[in-house]
């Protein structure tokens, strides 16, 4: 069975241009500037690979982003 965590950080960055991958290797360098734990990265990086597209990926990003 997966893990869940109830993350209620925001993470302060901005996404570049391009897909979700691209996205992602830049959220998780700015967590990882920003001490999320390992496990929060995790996460997140598994919630975005597992999306069903590109669309998806990006909008489960923003809602770890402020606004």
Do not use: C, H
Not at 49 to 55: G, H, M, P, Q, R
Request: aromatic share 8%; proline share 1%; hydrophobic share 50%.
């Amino acid at each position: 069975m997966a893990k869940q965590l109830n993350i209620r950080k925001k993470l302060i960055w901005s996404a570049p241009a391009g897909g979700r991958f691209v996205a992602l290797d830049s959220f998780v360098k700015a967590a990882e500037d920003q001490d999320w734990s390992d496990d929060e990265i995790q996460f997140v990086m598994d919630e975005v690979v597992e999306a069903a597209d590109d669309a998806e990926g990006l909008a489960i990003l923003a809602d770890y982003t402020v606004r």
